[in-house]
């Protein structure tokens, strides 16, 4: 019951995603969610890439999405995304006793395609195995939480940094849930967390079309909560 009045809350409280701060358009449509309710998770829709690591696992536990792993991983949704079209969750890095915990690493790829090949879906979760794609990409507390970064991948094994923070304020918390925003627009890309646009990047060269990861490496995270709206 919780669970569905937090989605609720998010449905609700999450009104214009246009990138200028002063639109409250609520033209949207919901064309994926998962609240993470089912026993196991669906690997035809979500795809785990897992580093060939020992105690390293992706799961289900109290419906939320535990990425638990002593490598990278990635955990790419299923679904092409096009158009114009905003991608929101929940995520906490979790600290306690886990053999994995570490406070790292809370980072996304999103409109990611492979130049090389039609299939997406052929890597192992190592990071520098996605070099040769086009994406963006954001590490949140990247470098054991000393840098938050902005690149894009132009699918020539190039790693290009658009912006980044080292300060305090935009790294990371243990245990804190943070609501994760990005939104993809006419060329024109943001990040947003709990509220506060992190990156604004207008796109002279954007990618349109492309999947959606949850990335990290080292760590033992927990996502719920997953909605992507299409945008006018």
Known sequence: MMKQLSLL????CTCGYILNAQDTSTKRT???????????????KWIAEIAPQPRSSVYIEKG????????????????PLTGNYAIEYDRTVLMDSGVNDRVSDLNQFW???DPHNANLFTRNGVLESYDSLQLY???????TNKTTRFRKYPGTGE?????EFTDAMHLLQANKTYHVKT?????????????ERYFFYTDPNPLRTG??????????????????????
Do not use: C
């Open 211 to 232: 999947y959606f990861g949850l990335r990290s490496t080292k760590s033992r995270q927990a996502i719920d909560n997953v909605v992507i709206y299409a945008l006018p």
């Open 30 to 44: 919901i064309v994926w969610h998962d609240d993470f309710e089912a026993a196991t998770l669906d690997s035809t």
């Open 183 to 195: 939104v993809v627009e006419n060329g024109t890309t943001g990040f947003w967390i709990d509220g």
């Open 137 to 143: 990409y954001v590490g949140m507390g990247g470098n």
């Open 111 to 113: 409109a990611a395609s």
């Open 9 to 12: 809350l998010i449905l609700i």
């Open 159 to 163: 790693r290009t940094l658009l912006q």
């Open 64 to 79: 939320r999405l535990i990425l638990d792993t002593k490598g990278g991983v990635t955990v790419w949704l299923n679904v």
